[in-house]
């Protein structure tokens, strides 16, 4: 068909060129000489372009709007609630009021940084996905916790616009059969372009049964800051729980004001400023029947009869203009303002519990995620999920602690889903929910772990595990960019122990342990994290790089791929040390395989070198002399010391460092572990319960 309508028009354009040559038609005369030829070319360039429109008409072929050579998916069908975007390819309308931040400008702060940050989201689409490309950082001021000030990162996340089911999942028995959300590491994307992590922390833990004092976290620092969120390697900012706060407007939020309809055709204040997050109800006091309708189509009321009243409320700043369908001179007008919200106020206690929560995110099988409000039996409900604690755990083994059973009282299946009614799908949809936490001393009631999701009912998008496709997505996408690793010595900084190491490159640096700390920086640390130095990291919050023999060295840059773990390598994962035999650098023979110095005291230091060869002064040794330092000098050492700080032991100074309250003289203090309540001074044989010396050793922060 199209080829025969180009023939057509050449054909046409050709009989009419002619014609118009034939015919001799003398422009000379009225226009001059020189424009004879011009005439005819502009009435031939007429003649092509009306006789090209029926070719350019016929070149959207699914009649979407867009030209075939524009369009991404030139079969689009029409569908209901469907709309289409400007490449052609259709997506679900209710999008359009869903994401946060669109195109950009939502300037907000980085509490722990103190940097201004821009939250930011764009939306693109194909006849499978929808692509959510963003920077991750929130609508809302962020803190980040012992993981540092917060960075922009360059996320593509993938969502599949029409979820489909999997069917080995059934999680209204269990999690067996389903395809489980990571523990650590992204399982869902908020509508700010978040990520909503897993609830574990770095070394296992539940990260928010330990945020709300359930259990004390002794393997790493861990905080969460607003709205259940922090940073972790690289400063990505993420949520552990909670998420509600992005729609969440301050605390002079959610008030109504009322609009009278009267019966001289008015709307009764005409102009009205709110903020976001407030409500506006119209009542009609007229006899005669009208509408609010948006000029822009925002919103409807549809027909108000008398005495009848209509409610709409604005989550977003802009100006908004409205009028009646029946009278065009009714009309009114509602400026919605951003109120000035100190973020650190934010609690979940003042999320409005009487409102159906909206949609905070999407899983990666694009089911969507609500707030913690929903509705049973049309009543507007706390949910719950059907986790509780086992008998005698805490949380300090994270999912491992957890049981899930359909009665254990709450509202959710295995995945901490539901299908039911929303805001957005009156008829119902599959959907999960955020549940919060209970505070308090029993946590076997608690009913909100795993907080998002703890599995999948839909098949996820696999490259979304990743931290986000890279550019263009597709099936191959994996790590946007190598872990951080501010002092490049091949170990990222979310678990590099000792983070200021300097050269570890043969022949003239130093070796290093699998955590990056070269001998030196090791032997500061407690023996506690000593051991943990010895062991290459090999979480999921972020995923760990492949290191098949667990030097510390990601693989891609190991040199010697058979090194004994534990033991000192340099910066290309070789130890580089001289065989006894032969003298010659054999690269993968340990640092550790060649004789060693005497070391009577295993404090790493050599008997030739040590000061006290009979003392051991692991963690207690800030001039590596291999003697327990006394750094007050009141002749008590820093291993027995209550007050390492203090020459007079009256522990004037421990408060600053937040060790001991100001009343604690030496071993009075209950807290001491060879407690006396009849003593009065510090003999020198004083323990307290806490063995880590303020200001010596170096502390490992393993990020979550």
């Given at each position: 068909m199209?080829?025969?309508?180009?023939?057509?028009?050449?054909?046409l354009c050709f009989?009419f060129?002619?014609?118009?040559?034939n015919?001799?038609?003398?422009?000379?005369?009225v226009y001059?000489v020189?424009?004879?030829s011009?005439?005819i070319?502009?009435?031939?360039?007429?003649?092509?372009?009306?006789n090209m429109?029926?070719l350019?008409?016929?070149?959207d072929?699914?009649?979407?709007?867009?030209d075939?050579a524009d369009d991404d998916c030139?079969?689009?069908?029409d569908q209901?609630?469907?709309?289409?975007?400007?490449?052609?390819?259709?997506?679900?309308?209710?999008m359009d009021?869903?994401w946060q931040?669109i195109?950009?400008?939502?300037m907000?702060q980085?509490?722990t940084?103190?940097?201004?940050e821009?939250c930011?989201?764009?939306?693109?689409?194909?006849?499978t996905?929808?692509t959510?490309?963003t920077p991750g950082?929130a609508?809302?001021?962020?803190e980040?916790?012992?993981?540092g000030?917060?960075?922009?990162?360059d996320?593509?996340?993938k969502?599949?616009?029409v979820?489909?089911?999997d069917?080995?999942?059934?999680p209204?028995?269990?999690?067996?059969g389903?395809?489980?959300?990571?523990d650590?590491?992204?399982?869902?994307v908020?509508?700010?372009?978040?990520?909503?992590?897993?609830p574990?922390?770095?070394?296992g833990?539940?990260?928010?049964?330990?945020?709300?004092?359930?259990?004390?976290e002794?393997?790493?620092q861990?905080e969460?800051?607003?709205?259940?969120a922090h940073?972790?390697?690289?400063?990505?900012?993420?949520?552990?729980?909670d998420?509600?706060?992005?729609?969440?407007h301050?605390?002079?939020s959610?008030e109504?004001?009322?609009?009278?309809i009267?019966?001289?055709k008015?709307?009764?204040p005409?102009d009205?400023?709110?903020?976001?997050?407030?409500?506006?109800v119209?009542?009609?006091?007229?006899d005669?029947p009208?509408t609010?309708?948006?000029?822009?189509?925002?919103?409807?009321s549809g027909?108000?009869?008398?005495?009848?009243?209509w409610?709409y409320?604005?989550?977003?700043?802009?100006t908004?203009?409205y009028h009646?369908?029946?009278?065009?001179?009714?009309?009114?007008?509602?400026t919605v303002?951003d109120?000035?919200i100190?973020w650190?106020?934010?609690?979940?206690s003042?999320?409005d519990?009487?409102?159906?929560?909206?949609i905070i995110?999407?899983?990666f099988d694009g089911?969507?995620?609500?707030?913690?409000?929903?509705?049973?039996?049309?009543?507007?409900?706390?949910?719950?999920?059907?986790?509780?604690?086992k008998?005698?755990e805490t949380?300090y083994?994270?999912?491992?602690?957890?049981?899930?059973?359909a009665?254990?009282?709450?509202?959710l299946d295995?995945?901490n889903g539901?299908f039911?009614a929303?805001?957005?799908?009156?008829d119902g949809?599959?959907?999960y929910h955020s549940?919060m936490?209970?505070e308090?001393n029993?946590?076997?009631?608690?009913?909100?772990?795993?907080y998002?999701i703890?599995?999948?009912a839909?098949?996820?998008?696999?490259?979304n595990?990743d931290?986000g496709?890279?550019?263009?997505?597709?099936?191959g996408?994996?790590?946007?960019t190598?872990?951080?690793?501010?002092?490049?010595?091949?170990?990222?900084?979310?678990w590099d122990?000792?983070?200021?190491?300097?050269?570890t490159s043969?022949?003239?640096?130093?070796p290093?342990?699998p955590?990056?700390?070269t001998q030196?920086q090791?032997?500061l640390?407690?023996?506690?994290n000593?051991?943990?130095?010895?062991?290459?990291?090999?979480?999921?919050?972020p995923?760990?790089p492949?290191?098949?023999?667990g030097?510390?060295i990601?693989d891609?840059e190991d040199?010697?791929?058979?090194?004994?773990?534990?033991?000192?390598v340099?910066f290309?994962?070789c130890?580089?040390?001289?065989?006894e035999?032969g003298?010659?650098?054999?690269?993968n023979?340990?640092a550790n395989e060649?004789?060693e110095?005497?070391?009577?005291?295993?404090?790493?230091?050599s008997?030739d070198?040590?000061?006290c060869?009979d003392?051991n002064?692991s963690?207690h040794?800030a001039d590596a002399d291999?003697?327990?330092d006394d750094?007050?000098?009141?002749g008590?050492?820093?291993d027995?010391d209550v007050?390492?700080?203090d020459?007079?032991d009256e522990?004037q100074l421990?408060?600053e460092e937040?060790?001991?309250?100001e009343d604690?003289?030496?071993?009075?203090h209950e807290?001491?572990e060879?407690?006396n309540?009849?003593a009065?001074?510090?003999?020198g044989s004083?323990?307290?319960e806490?063995?880590s010396?303020?200001?010596?050793?170096?502390?490992?922060?393993?990020?979550?």
């Amino acid at each position: 068909m199209l080829e025969t309508v180009i023939l057509v028009n050449l054909a046409l354009c050709f009989l009419f060129g002619a014609i118009l040559f034939n015919r001799k038609y003398d422009l000379s005369k009225v226009y001059g000489v020189e424009s004879k030829s011009l005439g005819i070319a502009f009435l031939l360039l007429m003649a092509f372009t009306l006789n090209m429109m029926p070719l350019v008409s016929a070149a959207d072929s699914d009649g979407d709007g867009v030209d075939d050579a524009d369009d991404d998916c030139p079969d689009t069908v029409d569908q209901d609630d469907w709309s289409i975007a400007d490449n052609g390819c259709s997506y679900p309308s209710y999008m359009d009021d869903v994401w946060q931040c669109i195109d950009g400008g939502v300037m907000v702060q980085d509490l722990t940084g103190n940097d201004d940050e821009e939250c930011s989201v764009t939306l693109s689409y194909d006849a499978t996905y929808m692509t959510v490309t963003t920077p991750g950082i929130a609508n809302h001021d962020m803190e980040g916790g012992p993981g540092g000030e917060i960075n922009s990162q360059d996320y593509s996340w993938k969502l599949p616009l029409v979820p489909v089911d999997d069917d080995d999942c059934n999680p209204d028995v269990s999690t067996d059969g389903c395809d489980m959300a990571p523990d650590r590491g992204p399982v869902a994307v908020a509508v700010n372009g978040v990520p909503f992590y897993g609830p574990e922390d770095g070394p296992g833990g539940d990260a928010v049964a330990s945020h709300i004092g359930i259990y004390e976290e002794d393997r790493q620092q861990i905080e969460l800051g607003v709205c259940g969120a922090h940073s972790g390697p690289g400063g990505s900012y993420h949520y552990h729980y909670d998420g509600n706060c992005m729609h969440w407007h301050g605390d002079n939020s959610n008030e109504n004001h009322d609009v009278s309809i009267t019966d001289d055709k008015d709307f009764l204040p005409e102009d009205l400023t709110i903020n976001v997050g407030d409500t506006v109800v119209w009542t009609n006091n007229d006899d005669s029947p009208h509408t609010v309708t948006a000029d822009d189509d925002e919103f409807n009321s549809g027909n108000l009869a008398e005495g009848a009243t209509w409610s709409y409320t604005f989550t977003e700043a802009g100006t908004y203009d409205y009028h009646c369908n029946y009278h065009s001179s009714m009309t009114g007008s509602v400026t919605v303002v951003d109120p000035e919200i100190v973020w650190t106020d934010y609690d979940f206690s003042k999320v409005d519990s009487t409102v159906a929560s909206l949609i905070i995110g999407f899983a990666f099988d694009g089911y969507p995620i609500y707030g913690a409000y929903g509705t049973i039996d049309g009543e507007v409900t706390l949910m719950r999920s059907n986790y509780v604690l086992k008998d005698g755990e805490t949380g300090y083994n994270g999912i491992d602690d957890y049981v899930y059973s359909a009665d254990n009282g709450g509202h959710l299946d295995a995945c901490n889903g539901v299908f039911s009614a929303t805001p957005e799908f009156p008829d119902g949809i599959y959907h999960y929910h955020s549940t919060m936490p209970v505070e308090g001393n029993n946590p076997s009631a608690n009913n909100a772990f795993p907080y998002f999701i703890n599995c999948y009912a839909g098949i996820a998008e696999d490259s979304n595990f990743d931290g986000g496709a890279l550019e263009g997505g597709g099936d191959g996408g994996g790590p946007m960019t190598g872990p951080p690793d501010a002092d490049g010595d091949n170990v990222g900084d979310g678990w590099d122990m000792c983070d200021d190491t300097g050269d570890t490159s043969y022949p003239d640096g130093s070796p290093i342990y699998p955590r990056g700390c070269t001998q030196e920086q090791f032997d500061l640390l407690s023996s506690d994290n000593q051991d943990a130095a010895k062991v290459a990291y090999a979480g999921d919050d972020p995923p760990a790089p492949p290191d098949a023999d667990g030097d510390g060295i990601p693989d891609p840059e190991d040199d010697c791929a058979d090194t004994e773990a534990g033991k000192l390598v340099y910066f290309d994962g070789c130890a580089h040390e001289t065989e006894e035999n032969g003298g010659e650098d054999n690269g993968n023979t340990t640092a550790n395989e060649t004789e060693e110095a005497p070391d009577s005291d295993s404090d790493g230091i050599s008997d030739d070198d040590d000061a006290c060869p009979d003392e051991n002064a692991s963690g207690h040794d800030a001039d590596a002399d291999g003697c327990i330092d006394d750094s007050d000098n009141d002749g008590v050492k820093n291993d027995v010391d209550v007050c390492p700080f203090d020459p007079s032991d009256e522990c004037q100074l421990a408060p600053e460092e937040e060790i001991f309250p100001e009343d604690v003289p030496g071993c009075v203090h209950e807290s001491a572990e060879n407690y006396n309540p009849d003593a009065t001074d510090d003999d020198g044989s004083c323990t307290y319960e806490k063995e880590s010396t303020p200001g010596f050793g170096i502390f490992a922060t393993i990020l979550s």
